[in-house]
């Protein structure tokens, strides 16, 4: 491996530091008492803004910057929660006679990157910021690779900064440790994530746990990840949905149950897809669609609450609001508002006429199902700014669906619309096996035209539904989607910790990184 100059300076330090007798890498538990946001937050100061409190703090974290001044040095630690600064002297960290820890350690051979740990007490400096006067300091960790390092002219330009997004998304280590304001987005993520579970808990479901290899890929329309299991010896599929097995739990008696899931679907790469991502399904019985209606925004409207403070989002040139209750406008009518178009009992060949009036462009491949989508996705989906229920879909769209009580030709289901995209996909649940057989045997005959993302039948499920299923509200909300809305963020590579990304060849990856 060719190293750079900075990379062999480093390297060399780690060699001084271990022939100091110093463990570079040490494996004794450091006990960090503060973090440097709490620090900051709960420091008490007199009349005189000497600080009264925070006697003794021990934290721990990178050097991000140093000052050397002779005999004493200011530092910048960063931990999880923020910087603060760190005063340190000689005779402090190196009270005796022997004064290497803080003339050879500290000055020559501490890299910014590098971790350490420091105990003291907090005071304010002169010009009244709040720091940690450091009385013993600890090496906790080499970096042997130099942090990019912004830098500023005496205009106040800002240059070098880590800001390129496909490096930032390819080394998100690096890009959390010079840009930390980019962790708000994921512990928002974290805070939606542990709402739900509160709300769905709270609403007296379990949550469970299926599996993401399956032999058939079922539960959505959607081309999945093919595989084998050596083993047996047979061909398998990463999940595109669990709904087909949670629909099983509920067969089994459990009344409610919930997944925050792992989804996997081999298709396209933009903005607002991941081939990885995650949703939250949870099916109830003795349910139906529209009580999933009411509970899917009050659901929402408790998460967003808890994340942002508000039900109010801003997006863009919108506020959009998530309290309820939501618009509630059929897919026909949907499509009627946006294009002047009437889609109702249209047959496949008056879909194409609609289609390409509108300029839309299908292949023979597609179905009266997929007809519609693409119609809808392309002339009304980025009209739906606030929050927006489109319910009852033609029965061609929804494979899993229950047939509409009242509306021939078409299915109990709905799908939430936010801010042009969609969020949350729900049914009143198909019971009925025999139906669903037929359901299953119209995808095949899509499969058979070329459409990859037809379903594939699955006999276990129709057998587990031929044991009987209670009539049942099911529900998906996709996590990523939801959390760019919350965030502000208008890329979901943004959102997610690791994106999946374009392999570069292996001489580029070098040259790009450097």
């Not at 990178?62 to 603060?84: E, H, P, T, V, Y």
């Not at 005071?123 to 912004?150: A, D, N």
Request: aromatic share 8%.
């Amino acid at each position: 491996m060719e190293l750079t100059d900075q990379e062999k300076i480093r390297r060399d330090n780690l060699a001084r530091i271990r022939e100091l007798g110093i463990d570079p890498f040490p494996a004794a538990l450091f006990p960090v008492t503060h973090l440097a946001a709490d620090i900051l937050e709960q420091v008490e100061t007199d009349a005189d803004g000497q600080v009264t409190n925070l006697q003794d703090v021990t934290l721990a974290g990178r050097i991000m910057s140093q000052r050397i001044m002779g005999k004493a040095a200011f530092a910048n630690l960063q931990d999880s929660s923020g910087r603060i600064q760190l005063y340190v002297s000689r005779d402090d960290i190196a009270p005796g006679e022997d004064k290497t820890l803080y003339n050879t350690l500290f000055k020559k051979l501490l890299d910014l990157g590098d971790f350490i740990g420091v105990k003291g007490f907090v005071f304010k400096t002169r010009t009244g910021e709040i720091s940690v006067h450091v009385k013993e300091l600890t090496f906790l960790g080499k970096s042997l690779r130099p942090l990019p390092t912004p830098k500023r002219d005496d205009e106040g330009h800002v240059y070098d900064e880590f800001k390129d997004p496909e490096l930032r998304y390819r080394m998100r280590y690096v890009d959390l440790t010079v840009n930390p304001q980019y962790k708000e987005i994921f512990r928002k993520r974290s805070r939606l994530i542990t709402s739900m579970r509160q709300f769905l808990d709270d609403l007296g479901l379990m949550e469970v746990e299926t599996p993401i290899l399956q032999p058939i890929h079922g539960g959505a329309a959607a081309r999945p990840f093919k595989t084998h299991h050596n083993t047996l010896d047979v061909p398998m599929y990463l999940r595109i949905a669990n709904e087909l097995y949670l629909k099983r739990l509920i067969v089994a008696g459990f009344d409610g149950v919930y997944e925050f899931a792992k989804m996997f679907r081999n298709e396209g790469m933009d903005r607002t897809h991941n081939p990885e991502f995650t949703a939250v399904e949870f099916y109830v019985a003795y349910k139906d669609y529209h009580w999933m209606m009411e509970t899917c925004e009050q659901l929402l409207e408790h998460a967003v609450q808890a994340v942002n403070g508000t039900t109010k989002v801003k997006a863009g040139e919108h506020e959009i609001d998530f309290k309820g209750p939501y618009r509630r406008l059929t897919m026909a009518d949907a499509i009627r508002e946006y294009t002047g178009e009437n889609i109702d009992g249209a047959d496949e060949e008056e879909l194409r006429a609609i289609a390409r009036r509108l300029h839309v462009h299908v292949d023979k491949t597609m179905g009266r199902g997929k007809l519609i989508d693409e119609i809808f996705g392309e002339k009304v989906e980025g009209h739906l700014i606030q929050p927006t229920f489109i319910i009852d879909y033609p029965v061609e769209m929804s494979p899993l669906t229950k047939k509409h009580r009242s509306k021939e030709g078409l299915v109990e289901r709905f799908e939430l619309m936010v801010n042009g995209k969609e969020i949350a996909n729900a049914y009143s649940e198909l019971n009925d096996p025999i139906d669903q057989r037929e359901r299953f045997e119209d995808q095949l005959q899509l499969a058979q035209r070329g459409d990859d993302e037809a379903m594939a039948t699955d006999e276990d499920f129709l057998r587990a539904l031929e044991y009987g299923m209670p009539p049942t509200a099911g529900i998906g909300i996709g996590i990523d989607r939801l959390v760019m809305l919350l965030t502000g963020q208008k890329s979901i590579q943004e959102v997610l910790f690791f994106p999946q990304m374009k392999p570069l060849p292996a001489a580029g990856a070098k040259n790009k990184e450097a």
